[in-house]
């Protein structure tokens, strides 16, 4: 017999959600029937084709350009969602800027600042947006980070990866210790080499199969690549009421990377 995953009433807002993993964990959630939410930054046609699939496939999608440093975007996102859904069930960040994998002492000081700019105070107003109206429906909801397995073994020329996504697994604790009194859950799912998204980018672009093929055999026991289903299956069950007593954790999917 097989796990029917369960959740609860409400609209899904996956942020990035036209990136290579958002896109999947978008589709999973209106596979499962819920209401799915996209924001994007710059990718408007992605954005709009996965809405498409989703309602070809019968499911409910709307996507909206939303630039998360921008607090007051970020603001009215949700009052326009909590007034035309009505409830929030779950939240996901599966957003995060485009940048060049590069050694600290040479990463441009303009580079650095974008990158935390974009990824943490991104995070930070979403997940902030997100506390105040699962407090404010009264009966909680449900917040996951994807963020990077990296941030459990140190990574060479990808700590602008790695830092930022350590800062908001920090974030996404602190909501779970503070919050858990309003039933509000909040974890991390932290992605290895995928092929989806940077991962996918930094392995075809900055990687030749030699290299590719050493960090397959050499770095990750089961030694393959993931997918980025692999991301949005673990996203969907930490959402579900089967997880309903997991939070404050940041779960690993990475074929064994961080071992």
């Known amino acids: 017999m097989g796990l029917h995953l369960e959740f609860e009433a409400g609209a899904v807002i996956v942020a990035g959600g036209s990136g290579g993993i958002g896109e999947a964990i978008a589709l999973a959630f209106a596979k499962a029937g819920m209401p799915v939410v996209i924001t994007y930054h710059s990718n408007e046609a992605k954005a709009a084709a996965i809405k498409a699939a ?20 970020v603001n009215a ?11 929030i069930a779950d939240v996901v960040y599966a957003a ?8 600290i002492g040479a990463i441009p000081d303009e580079q650095w600042h974008h ?3 974009a990824d943490i105070n991104g995070a930070f107003h979403l997940i902030q947006g997100a506390v105040r109206v699962f407090r404010k429906q009264g009966d909680g909801g449900n917040l996951v980070a994807v963020i990077t397995s990296a941030i459990e073994r140190v ?9 930022p996504k350590a800062a908001i697994q920090m974030l996404m604790r602190g909501v779970a210790k503070e919050a858990g009194r309003f039933n509000i859950r909040a974890n991390c799912v932290g992605p290895g080499w995928i ?4 991962g996918k980018k930094g392995l075809e672009e900055k990687l030749d199969e030699k290299s590719r093929e050493a960090i397959r055999t050499k770095t990750i026991p ?21 997880a309903s007593f997991i939070t404050g954790q940041s779960l690993a999917v990475d074929g ?3 071992l």
């Open 195 to 198: 092929n989806a998204g940077l």
């Open 115 to 117: 990158v935390v700019n």
């Open 54 to 73: 989703i309602e070809a496939a019968g499911g409910r999608c709307e996507c909206h350009r939303v630039d998360l440093a921008d607090v007051a975007q």
């Open 96 to 103: 995060g800027p485009h940048f060049d994998f590069n050694f």
């Open 222 to 242: 089961l030694q393959r690549f993931g997918e980025a289903d692999d991301i949005a299956n673990a996203v969907l069950f930490l959402c579900s009421r089967q």
């Open 155 to 163: 990574p060479i020329a990808d700590i602008m990866s790695a830092a």
């Open 256 to 258: 064994g990377l961080q």
């Open 77 to 87: 996102l949700f009052a326009d969602m909590t007034s035309r859904h009505g409830r």
